[in-house]
């Protein structure tokens, strides 16, 4: 059913931008937000993205859904540098399914520069949703990560910012540190969970934010919920943070981003 909607939805604008604030540990400012997904669902009020992503991702539509939220955060980010906000990053996620397309790193230039806005502001999340066995239904005849790392290249030649999601859980993981040219590493939430072990917690967060650091890579967190947690962050040398701590994901239009600094006289 919500396979058949999608194309509907998406022309009726049922889709909605959700933006989570971005934090940097070191002084506790908004630098950016990540795009989230949420489907207002004739009948059903707002949907999740863990119900209909993986469908999408079957149905190779999330190519569509994908593009949709990148030109949404370009709207938003237009709309924010006209009314003299501060520099100011959005990070849009991507499916791995959408990576592998023909044509993805032509589509993602057409969409940000119709907005003309300076590359730096999107940072482009290398989605790990679904897995490359996964990806490969979707798309036969697939091959390796090279074309990704490829596209992701050169995208970051062109001023995009490129990060790894979900480091640490499910597809994601230290063998293709060194492969993808990333600059963000995203720590996923679960290392914040395992409170169960909690002196080894640190040292395994601790180690992967120094050899992120010696790759030349920034370190964020997500899913940061109590201030004990932030400090402890902070502490192992995590660079930025997002989670409920800090702010839950808020419709686009809601979200209170910091203007430019007033000219000091
Ligand atoms: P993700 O990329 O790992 O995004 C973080 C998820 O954690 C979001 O769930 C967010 O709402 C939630 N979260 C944020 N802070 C906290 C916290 O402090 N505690 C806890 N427990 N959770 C927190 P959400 O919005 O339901 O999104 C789920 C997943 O759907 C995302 O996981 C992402 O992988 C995917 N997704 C969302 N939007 C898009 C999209 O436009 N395209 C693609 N391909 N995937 C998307
Ligand atoms: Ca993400
Ligand atoms: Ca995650």
Excluded at 82 to 104: I, W
Excluded at 107 to 130: M, Q, W
Excluded at 181 to 190: R, T
Aim: hydrophobic share 40%; net charge negative.
């Amino acid at each position: 059913q919500m396979n058949n909607r999608m194309a509907r939805a998406l022309e009726g604008g049922e889709f909605r931008l959700y933006l989570q604030p971005k934090y940097r540990l070191d002084n506790l400012e908004m630098y950016g937000a990540e795009a989230l997904v949420r489907w207002d669902y004739p009948g059903r009020g707002l949907v999740y993205p863990d119900e209909f992503i993986p469908l999408f991702e079957g149905s190779g539509s999330i190519v569509k859904l994908d593009f949709y939220m990148l030109e949404q955060a370009c709207i938003y980010l237009r709309q924010h540098i006209d009314s003299g906000g501060a520099d100011f990053v959005v990070s849009v996620n991507f499916s791995r399914v959408t990576l592998y397309t023909q044509g993805f790193f032509a589509a993602v230039l057409d969409i940000v520069d119709k907005y003309r806005l300076p590359h730096r502001c999107v940072e482009l999340v290398e989605g790990t949703n679904a897995s490359i066995a996964d990806t490969r239904k979707t798309l036969p005849g697939l091959r390796p990560m090279e074309p990704v790392v490829d596209k992701l290249t050169a995208l970051q030649q062109k001023g995009f910012s490129v990060s790894m999601d979900d480091f640490g859980a499910g597809y994601s993981s230290l063998n293709l540190l060194d492969k993808l040219p990333i600059q963000v590493l995203k720590l996923d939430k679960e290392f914040l969970r395992e409170n169960s072990r909690e002196e080894r917690v640190k040292h395994v967060i601790a180690h992967v934010v120094e050899l992120a650091h010696d790759l030349g890579i920034a370190v964020v967190c997500e899913g940061v919920e109590t201030r004990e947690q932030m400090e402890f962050l902070r502490a192992a040398g995590c660079d930025r943070a997002q989670g409920y701590y800090f702010s839950r994901p808020v419709p686009s239009e809601a979200l209170q981003v910091p203007k430019k600094q007033a000219e000091k006289v």
